[in-house]
């Protein structure tokens, strides 16, 4: 195969041709791009937001992601951004509080996880591969279709903030889009759905210095609600049963208030600030997983090959170690213009097992236990055995805490720098 630099300004190339053009600036997007970037692999980045602010998403960063970080020298300044760290995963139930995972049980230097708004995280890891010389991020730029010949993708149209449509040539190109992702769809993957039975209710509330300090959850009967501590405002998620926002509409603000105020009575004192369904967002729960996560040409990863349920935090993980199981695995064949469909398959076949289980384990979760709990047919109180089991033998908290905290077959940085690897051009 021809050998071709690697480096040339990023899609401004004489036919708009980069090495690897990636659809999709989350964490999936923005990790793969500092990484290949880095190996002096010309990656051009597409993000159809103007920029990171948007409040649905998860904020969690877990104990493998931040070693990763570590690995790359740059954890001291990631964890230089404010963010809160919880040691520990608590449930207060009416039967009390119960420690669902501990992670100071964990091996290694971050044992706790640590909240971040993803905005802050998703600046910071572009920040850093913006000083990348092979680096190119375009804002408002919104991936289209992918350019397909003979077979092959060889790159994608993508749409500017004026409405003009551009074309940019790529060896590979990355759909890393998440969960709804348009750039899947044109290249005909299809997924396997498997349905989820809860949808959640995102808000937030303000936070006052005499609140607890630690994010945590409330069980009660026909409920489920998370607290996420962001400093100045907690960040709620209220679970409810698939499609039951309307219902709880048509009953009412003052109804679903109450609701919270009973669940977490320190808040009773601000629910009014939600004042109307425009504070509530409605999130739909998806779970899919591509059978295949690639074409010739072409790769998703993060949720755009795999949609993960909230259920544990654990998406940007996983996401996250996507991209660098990619990049381990592409950077060299990028940089050397020896791509091959088979290098493509490895980052499946790495990536497939741990997807595949946390899946499973979400999925377990939603149906045996939070489907009967929010249709109301859980005793709450006598909190389920499992709970009950962990919090009586509290070395077993270790367990939930390794799969949630590091997970399976978690990813190290493999890939060079560029002035390591001697692969970048003056
Ligand atoms: C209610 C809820 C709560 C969650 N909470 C957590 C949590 O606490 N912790 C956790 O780890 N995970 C959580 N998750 C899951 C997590 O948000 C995702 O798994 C994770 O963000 C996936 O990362 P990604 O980069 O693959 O995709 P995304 O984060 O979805 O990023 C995709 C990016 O692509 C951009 N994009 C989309 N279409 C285009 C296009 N056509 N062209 C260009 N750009 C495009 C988007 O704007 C976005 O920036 C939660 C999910 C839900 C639904």
């Given at each position: 195969?021809?050998?071709?630099p690697?480096?040339r300004?990023a899609?401004d190339?004489p036919?708009?041709?980069?090495?690897?053009?990636?659809?999709g600036?989350?964490?999936?997007?923005?990790?793969l791009?500092l990484l290949?970037?880095r190996a002096g692999?010309?990656?051009?980045v597409?993000?159809?937001h103007?920029?990171f602010l948007?409040d649905?998403?998860?904020?969690?960063?877990?104990?493998?992601?931040?070693?990763?970080?570590?690995e790359?020298?740059?954890?001291?300044?990631?964890?230089g951004?404010p963010?809160q760290?919880m040691?520990?995963?608590e449930v207060?139930t009416?039967a009390?509080v119960?420690t669902?995972?501990?992670f100071r049980?964990?091996?290694g230097?971050h044992r706790y996880?640590a909240?971040?708004?993803?905005?802050?995280?998703?600046?910071?890891?572009?920040g850093?591969?913006?000083?990348?010389p092979?680096?190119?991020l375009?804002?408002?730029?919104?991936?289209?279709?992918?350019?397909?010949?003979?077979g092959?993708?060889?790159?994608?149209?993508?749409?500017?903030r004026?409405?003009a449509v551009h074309?940019v040539r790529?060896?590979?190109?990355?759909?890393a889009?998440?969960?709804?992702s348009?750039?899947?769809?044109?290249?005909g993957?299809?997924?396997?759905?498997?349905?989820?039975?809860?949808?959640?209710?995102?808000?937030?509330l303000p936070?006052r210095?005499?609140?607890p300090?630690q994010?945590?959850?409330r069980?009660a009967?026909?409920?489920?609600l998370?607290?996420i501590?962001r400093?100045?405002?907690?960040?709620?998620?209220?679970?409810i049963?698939?499609d039951?926002?309307?219902?709880l509409?048509a009953a009412?603000?003052?109804r679903?208030?109450?609701?919270?105020a009973?669940?977490?009575p320190f808040?009773?004192?601000?629910v009014e600030?939600?004042?109307?369904w425009?504070?509530v967002?409605?999130?739909?729960?998806?779970v899919?997983r591509?059978?295949?996560?690639y074409?010739?040409?072409?790769l998703c990863i993060?949720?755009?090959a795999h949609a993960m349920s909230?259920?544990g935090?654990?998406?940007?993980?996983l996401a996250?170690h996507?991209?660098?199981?990619?990049?381990n695995?592409?950077?060299?064949?990028l940089?050397t213009?020896?791509?091959?469909?088979?290098?493509?398959?490895?980052?499946?076949?790495?990536?497939?097992?741990?997807?595949?289980?946390?899946?499973?384990?979400?999925?377990?979760?939603?149906?045996r236990?939070?489907?009967?709990?929010?249709?109301?047919?859980?005793?709450?109180?006598?909190?389920?055995l499992?709970?009950r089991?962990l919090?009586r033998v509290p070395?077993?908290?270790?367990?939930p805490?390794?799969?949630?905290?590091?997970?399976?077959?978690?990813?190290?940085?493999?890939?060079p720098?560029a002035?390591?690897a001697g692969l970048?051009?003056?």
């Open positions: 195969m021809q050998q071709e690697a480096t300004p899609g190339g036919a708009g041709e980069v090495a690897c053009c990636i659809a600036c989350g964490p999936a997007g923005a990790m791009g290949l970037a692999v010309e990656v051009l597409l993000e159809k103007a920029d948007r649905f998403r998860g904020d969690t960063l877990h104990p493998s992601t931040l070693r990763l970080f570590d790359l020298g740059l954890g001291e300044q990631l964890l951004l963010h760290e040691p520990f995963l207060t009416d009390g119960f669902m995972a501990d049980r964990l091996p230097r996880i909240f971040m708004p993803q905005w802050d995280f998703l600046d910071f890891v572009a850093q591969a913006r000083r990348l092979a680096f190119r375009r804002m408002e730029a919104e991936a289209l279709e992918v350019l397909e010949e003979a092959r993708v060889v790159g994608l149209t993508w749409r500017d004026s409405g074309r790529a060896r590979l190109t990355v759909a889009d998440g969960r709804d348009g750039l899947r769809r044109s290249a993957l299809r997924s396997r759905v498997f349905g989820a039975p809860i949808d959640v209710l995102w808000f937030r936070r210095p005499s609140d300090r994010a945590f959850g069980l009967a026909g409920h489920l998370v607290l501590d400093g100045a405002y907690w960040q709620i998620a209220y679970v049963a698939k039951a926002a309307e219902a509409r009412g603000l003052p679903f208030r109450a609701s919270v009973g669940l977490v808040l009773a004192d601000r600030e939600l004042t109307s425009e504070d967002r409605v999130l739909r729960v998806q899919n591509l059978r295949r996560w074409r010739p040409g072409l993060g949720d755009a909230p259920i935090g654990v998406g940007i993980n996250v996507d991209a660098v199981a990619a990049a695995r592409l950077a060299r064949p940089a213009g020896t791509l091959s469909t088979r290098d493509l398959a490895r980052v499946q076949l790495r990536r497939i097992l741990p997807t595949m289980v946390t899946q499973w384990g979400q999925r377990t979760i939603q149906d236990f939070l489907s009967p709990l929010l249709t109301g047919g859980h005793p709450t109180a006598r909190p389920p499992v709970l089991l919090d070395a077993l908290q270790a367990i805490a390794r799969l949630v905290g590091i997970g399976l077959l978690p990813e190290h940085v493999r890939t720098s002035r390591q970048r051009r003056a």
